[in-house]
């Protein structure tokens, strides 16, 4: 078999005339003790600390401008490709799909050790390990690094399924970037996935060559997984990849699609995120005639499964990072948009919003936890704040302390004007990010302003209780010493509830409501696919849910060398998230 079209990953070692020669099994840990683990169990992302954000918000710049005169996309080109397959067994396979992981290691773990475990326990219901785990985008946060992705996502899924099964063969692991993975420009992401040597992790094998792929499955089932590169456009070398792999299917062929962001949500806010997959559907796989009745995605951090009679659309991001809500999810979408612009855009359809997890009661439940978590979550946030409403309160007090003729107040009314402004201008865009999606609307700057006046009132009311005190009668800068020490933290605090209150009301509103759940970072309310391709050509998608992660661990050195490293403290329990998916 050529290097262009390298042996399916399906297909035994026998019958592609290499040897079965499997690694030796890694020494099994006696402690949790990351030099016993070979990587160090990461806490979550505090995703509100300013130099975090300052830091992604850099790469994330870095990554769109670079991209664009340096895709490696298009140098994947010289690299072997080919159609991948996935047999399974007796005509059936079992297929994992999870996606945004490698977060905090008590989720990613959590999700990482039911996908290894020989059987998952749905109630009656007992679903054999995939044969195939297939990783849906952004396998690290908060940016790619050859560090992050050895603690957040290696280590975890190496510790969860040491080495393959005693029993079987090696399940195989297929990963898309998603948007995270991308900021370090696919550097990291293609040394670990797209590798030629060392290529498994634990007990999993990666085959892929590139960062896109198609795999044969049973039944005339296909999977084609597109590299998107943040939501822009198909590179030319993919497309003709992809072209060539449609020229195997025919009008009885099913292709299910994988892609890294649900662009059929977002598209309701930003008519042209649907516009690449659209293209793709209609000038790739339309004329060969198969169908495309599935489109998965991660990205945002739930399930939720959006269907017609034609097309089941389901995301499903729960596999580490932090919760995002399904309370604010239409309940009726059109696929593409009707406002779309692209002058050859497919019929629009509509699709109902008939699943999601978790249930929108509970969802709305996990926003008034921001009060408890965001100060806890993100200390660095809440130091930033008292800083600010340091360098506010100190010149409304040395205003209000002033003659209205006095030279004084003119120096202290200088930095006063500075701060109002960087209050307002600040609030303004905490509303609505330079680098969020979608349009600036009227409720961004109606609720940013309502932000801006309400952390003034704040400075104001600080000013007016530190007056009280005899610590302005102090000599210079003693004064300014102590409210670095002393009003710095209490104002931090108080204003992070300020915070807290306004990210509650403006979620109301469809604005920050990322920020809502991001600052929180919860760690529950985890789900993944498990899919089994049966004999017969039916498809049985079962969405899993996990309520509660563990967080106590124990090591068991002397279990099996394919066992888990870490076992829960507690049971770890799984549940259907809504009855199975039956696909013809």
């Given at each position: 078999m050529s290097d262009e079209q390298p042996a399916g990953p399906g297909a035994s070692a026998k019958e592609i005339g290499a040897p079965d020669v499997r690694p030796a099994?890694?020494?099994?840990?006696?402690?949790?003790?990351?030099?016993?683990?070979?990587?160090?169990?990461?806490?979550?992302?505090?995703?509100?600390?300013?130099?975090?954000?300052?830091?992604?918000?850099?790469?994330?710049?870095?990554?769109?401008?670079?991209?664009?005169?340096l895709d490696k996309r298009e140098l994947q080109n010289a690299l072997p490709g080919g159609v991948y397959e996935e047999p399974g067994t007796d005509g059936e396979l079992?297929?994992?799909?999870?996606?945004?992981?490698?977060d905090g290691f008590n989720a990613t773990y959590s999700v990482a050790y039911l996908l290894a475990q020989p059987e998952l326990v749905l109630a009656d219901r007992r679903l054999p390990r995939g044969q195939m785990l297939m990783m849906g985008g952004d396998q690290v946060y908060p940016t790619a690094s050859s560090g992050a992705y050895e603690n957040r996502f290696k280590g975890p899924y190496q510790a969860a399924l040491p080495c393959?099964?005693?029993?079987?063969?090696?399940?195989?692991?297929?990963?898309?970037?998603?948007?995270?993975?991308?900021?370090?420009?696919?550097?990291?992401?293609?040394r670990l996935f797209a590798r030629s040597r060392d290529s498994d992790i634990g007990g999993w094998r990666t085959p892929q060559s590139r960062s896109y792929f198609a795999v044969r499955l049973p039944s005339d089932w296909w999977l084609f997984?597109?590299?998107?590169?943040?939501?822009?456009?198909?590179?030319?070398?993919?497309?003709?990849?992809?072209?060539?792999a449609a020229?195997?299917?025919?009008?009885?062929?099913?292709?299910?699609?994988?892609?890294?962001?649900?662009?059929?949500?977002?598209?309701?806010?930003?008519?042209?995120?649907?516009?690449?997959?659209?293209?793709?559907?209609?000038?790739?796989?339309?004329?060969t005639g198969a169908r495309v009745p599935l489109i998965l995605s991660g990205d945002l951090h739930h399930y939720a499964r959006y269907a017609n009679p034609e097309r089941q659309l389901i995301h499903?991001?729960?596999?580490?990072?932090?919760?995002?809500?399904?309370?604010?999810?239409?309940?009726?979408?059109?696929?593409?948009?009707?406002?779309?612009?692209?002058?050859?855009?497919?019929?629009?359809?509509?699709?109902?919003l008939v699943g999601r997890y978790p249930e929108p009661a509970r969802s709305r439940r996990y926003g008034w936890g921001i009060f408890g978590r965001l100060p806890f979550r993100n200390p660095g946030f809440v130091t930033l704040l008292g800083a600010l409403h340091v360098l506010l309160m100190l010149p409304?007090?040395?205003?209000?302390?002033?003659?209205?003729?006095?030279?004084d107040q003119g120096l202290f009314s200088i930095p006063l004007v500075i701060m109002l402004a960087v209050v307002l201008v600040g609030a303004a865009f905490f509303a609505k990010p330079p680098t969020a999606s979608g349009k600036r609307q009227i409720r961004h700057y109606l609720l940013g302003v309502f932000h801006g006046v309400g952390h003034i009132a704040l400075g104001a009311g600080g000013a007016w209780v530190w007056l009280q005190l005899p610590f302005q009668d102090w000599p210079w800068p003693l004064p300014g010493a102590a409210a670095a020490l002393l009003y710095g933290p209490v104002a931090g605090l108080v204003a992070s509830q300020l915070t807290a209150a306004y990210l509650l009301v403006a979620g109301a509103f469809g604005v920050n409501v990322n920020e809502l759940f991001a600052g929180q970072g919860i760690e529950d309310a985890k789900s993944f696919l498990r899919l089994h391709f049966a004999a017969d050509g039916t498809l049985t998608i079962y969405p899993v849910a996990v309520d509660t992660v563990s967080r106590q661990w124990r090591v068991g050195p002397d279990d099996r060398p394919d066992s888990s490293w870490l076992v829960p403290g507690q049971p770890l329990r799984a549940r259907l998230a809504e009855p199975p998916i039956t696909l013809r």
């Open positions: 099994p890694l020494p099994r840990p006696r402690s949790l003790d990351p030099q016993e683990l070979g990587f160090t169990p990461a806490a979550p992302v505090p995703w509100l600390a300013p130099l975090l954000l300052i830091s992604t918000g850099v790469r994330t710049l870095l990554a769109l401008l670079f991209g664009a005169y079992w297929m994992d799909f999870v996606a945004d992981l490698g393959p099964p005693a029993d079987g063969p090696a399940p195989t692991l297929y990963a898309i970037p998603g948007n995270h993975d991308w900021y370090d420009g696919l550097t990291a992401f293609l997984a597109l590299d998107e590169q943040s939501g822009t456009y198909l590179d030319d070398p993919q497309l003709r990849y992809f072209e060539e020229a195997q299917l025919g009008p009885e062929s099913k292709v299910i699609l994988s892609v890294p962001a649900p662009t059929w949500v977002k598209a309701v806010d930003d008519p042209k995120a649907y516009e690449s997959v659209d293209y793709f559907v209609r000038t790739v796989l339309a004329p499903c991001g729960g596999g580490g990072a932090y919760l995002y809500p399904t309370h604010h999810l239409p309940e009726r979408i059109e696929v593409p948009p009707r406002d779309s612009v692209a002058r050859r855009a497919s019929e629009t359809r509509e699709y109902d409304i007090a040395g205003v209000a302390t002033q003659r209205a003729s006095s030279t």
